[in-house]
């Protein structure tokens, strides 16, 4: 079969963050390596190194975006990039198809749910598209159902219904809703409704999950939108997503991690998004310090609202955080979660850093920001109990006890015996006859006969 797939080129276009690039890429090495030839099409803004990945052909188009539209935040940097890019894109892939060769046939698009665009201009070029959701299938399937949930006067919380689950939604919980529509309200709606209806006219949806973490779910979702869905597993199990990386990673992380005790580091890192306030920042610093526990923090440059980087830390505290741990900009991720002396994982639970942590064994202490991260982190804790959630706690106090438990406590022993039990279910699933596995090898026949 696979012979027949050379010959074949896969168009991919990722959305231009790093939560979306490192799966768009990932499923480019999985596609290469069962025979088909990758073309990445992708905006300037946040455009991946081509050099990285020299058997892929990359074809940049032009964005249009401002410094501050940058600024402003993902939800208007995506309307805005929505916009602008639709006409480059179109250009550039009909320029694609026209240039094919008769030998290589162009056979489909797979780019981001978040694009907006892509169904109808596909459609007009009579070019299949598949849609790559980098969400847990849970959290897409509630796409057609948030604007209901959102007027259901859920909101305002009072505090006797703060845990109740979600009926529409479990199981999120009532005081999970502000932070999944943060301040968008109603705004997200047509938003939303793009969404589903691109992905209903798709010839299908690609999630990075299995059928051991959301067996039902992955059922659901092709009900919802009444395509074919492929789970193909945490994609990292096959590609790391160390070369898709945007920011340069500290690679003095590694030999650092190597003069620590095994399991005893707690890796603390919110993703390429998640910001938070100087307030909390001191908190979580003083919060690691007074754990006594060895650390490894990202601090990402300008994720601290108002600060460059760690200028709000002290001269004082500096130095006691330096006792025990180790401040960064950007790690590799997947190597520092793989390391024999991590022992657990403060996390904002992004859904590539939730299967990241869960393939590497690594339990979770849970501050989700917002959006999908308010669903993962409930799976985490409240489903799989493999982790430990803050309940939105920024305080020293808080974090202090959470890594406690973790890393000291016989709870914390619980959690680490059922993570393990997760991790193996998740490995034999991306392993030769596992259901991840055999849906690569449906995905990659599916887009043959396109
Ligand atoms: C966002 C959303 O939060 C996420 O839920 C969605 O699925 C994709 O878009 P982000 O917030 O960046 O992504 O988080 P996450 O999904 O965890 O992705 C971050 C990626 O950056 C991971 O692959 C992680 O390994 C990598 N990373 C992070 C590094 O390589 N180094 C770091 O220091 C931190």
Same mark, same amino acid.
């Given at each position: 079969?696979? &012979?027949?797939?050379n *010959?074949?080129?896969?168009i991919?276009?990722?959305?231009p963050l ?5 799966p768009?890429l990932q499923?480019a090495? #999985? ?7 990758i073309?990445v #099409?992708h ?9 990285? /990945?020299?058997l892929f052909?990359f074809?940049q188009?032009?964005?249009?975006? $401002? ?6 935040g993902?939800?208007? %940097?995506?309307a ?11 250009d550039?892939l009909r320029?694609?198809l ?12 797979i780019?981001?749910?978040?694009w907006l ?5 596909s459609e007009s070029?009579?070019?299949p598209?598949?849609? %790559?959701?980098t969400?847990?299938?849970?959290f897409f ?8 949930i ?9 505090d006797?219904e703060? &845990?109740?689950s979600?009926p529409e ?10 932070k @999944?529509f943060g ?11 793009a969404v589903? &209806?691109?992905?209903?006219r798709s010839?299908?949806?690609?999630y990075m999950s299995?059928e051991?973490l ?9 009900e919802?939108?009444k @395509?074919?869905?492929f789970a193909?597993?945490?994609?990292h199990s096959?590609?790391s ?6 920011f340069t990673? !500290?690679?003095t992380?590694?030999p650092w991690?190597?003069? +620590?005790? !095994? ?5 603390v890192s919110?993703g390429?998004?998640?910001n938070?306030?100087?307030t909390?920042?001191l908190?979580i610093?003083?919060g690691?310090s007074?754990?006594? +526990?060895?650390?490894?923090?990202v601090?990402?440059? *300008?994720s601290v609202? *108002? ?6 830390l ?5 130095? $006691?955080l330096e006792?025990k741990g180790?401040i960064?900009?950007w790690?590799?991720?997947?190597e520092?979660l793989?390391h024999r002396?991590t022992g657990?994982?403060?996390?904002h639970?992004?859904?590539n850093s ?11 202490i849970c ?5 999908d991260?308010m669903?993962n982190s409930?799976?985490v804790? !409240?489903i799989?109990k493999?982790?430990? /959630?803050?309940e939105?706690?920024?305080?020293k ?10 890393? =000291? =406590?016989?709870?914390?022993?619980? #959690?680490?015996?059922r993570m393990?039990v997760?991790? !193996?279910?998740? =490995? ?5 006859g596992?259901?991840?596995f055999q849906?690569?090898?449906t995905?990659a ?6």
């Open positions: 079969m696979e &012979e027949k797939r *010959g074949l080129r896969v991919l276009f990722p959305l790093q939560g979306c690039i490192n768009m499923l090495n #999985i596609l290469h390596v069962r025979g088909f030839s073309t #099409i905006t300037r803004f946040n455009a991946p190194k081509a050099s990285s /990945h020299p052909t074809l188009i032009p964005d249009g975006l $401002s410094e501050t539209e940058i600024q402003d993902v939800m208007s %940097l995506l805005q990039i929505n916009l602008n890019a639709e006409s480059p894109f179109r550039c320029k694609v026209l240039e094919s060769k008769e030998s290589e046939r162009v056979t489909c698009l780019d981001d749910c978040g665009f892509t169904q109808s201009v070029l009579k070019l598209r598949l849609v %790559l959701c969400f847990k299938a849970t399937n509630a796409y057609p159902s948030l604007p209901l959102r007027t259901k006067g859920y909101l305002p919380v009072s006797s703060a &845990e109740d979600v939604f479990p199981p999120l919980q009532k005081r999970d809703l502000s @999944v301040e968008f309200g109603e705004k997200l709606d047509p938003f939303l409704h589903v &209806e691109t992905t209903i010839s299908g949806l690609i299995c051991e959301e067996k039902d779910s992955l059922t659901l979702s092709n919802i939108f @395509v074919p869905v193909i597993g945490p994609f096959y590609f997503a160390s070369s898709s990386s945007l990673q !500290d690679e992380c590694i991690l190597d003069d +620590q005790e !095994d399991k005893s580091v707690i890796y919110l390429s998004v998640v938070i306030t100087e909390e920042f908190e610093a003083c690691l007074n754990s006594k +526990q060895p650390f490894l923090w601090v990402r440059p *300008g609202l *108002g600060a460059k980087w760690i200028e709000p002290s001269e004082g505290l500096v130095s $006691s006792e180790k960064v900009k790690a590799p991720q997947q520092v793989a002396a657990g994982f403060l996390t639970n992004g859904w939730t299967l990241e942590s869960i393939c590497e064994g690594v339990p979770m501050l989700p920001g917002g959006w991260q669903l409930r799976f804790s !409240d799989w493999i982790g430990i /959630h803050l939105g706690r920024i305080e106090k808080e974090i202090e006890k959470a890594v406690r438990v973790l890393m =000291e =406590e016989s709870e914390g022993n619980k #959690i680490r015996e393990k997760l991790k !193996d279910e998740v =490995e034999k699933s991306v392993k030769q596992g259901s991840s849906s690569i090898e995905l026949n599916h887009i043959l006969l396109l």
